[in-house]
């Protein structure tokens, strides 16, 4: 199955992914376009240490795919979109242990409008 990768855009035409790549280093940069290639290649096959579900029932489909280099680890959240599509919602840099409760908040807020603009799944 081939796997395309889409990213979200909102209403007022940002796009939070690009945005937040747009404030890496090159280097970290260069490591997650080549790690959302991974993603696009491998698909739903991809697993940790590339990408982790979110747990907890109001996180339902939502993924993060896994960036480190070096010191500094990058989140990017995603979902499933009809099955062979997977759609970027946003980023971070990841600087504790745990994800900021404001993070998943985002990340579902974002899911959200696009499966109400696009359609559910």
């Known amino acids: 199955m081939e796997w395309q990768v889409e990213y979200y855009q909102k209403e007022n035409g940002k796009i939070p992914v690009l945005e937040y790549l747009l404030t890496l280093q090159p ?18 096959k991809l697993r940790e240490p590339y990408t982790k ?18 010191s500094d680890i990058s989140r990017i959240f995603y979902f499933t979109y009809r099955n062979n ?14 994800t900021p409760q404001a993070e998943l908040d985002r990340a579902v807020r974002y ?3 696009y499966e109400r ?4 799944a």
């Open 111 to 113: 899911k959200e409008d």
């Open 85 to 98: 599509t997977f759609v970027l919602l946003h980023g971070f840099t990841k600087k504790t242990e745990k």
């Open 117 to 120: 603009r696009c359609g559910n």
């Open 53 to 70: 579900a979110i747990k907890g029932d109001a996180y339902k489909g939502l993924f993060e795919l896994q960036v480190k280099l070096s």
């Open 27 to 44: 280097k970290l940069r260069a490591k997650v376009f080549s790690e959302i290639e991974l993603l696009e290649k491998h698909g739903a």
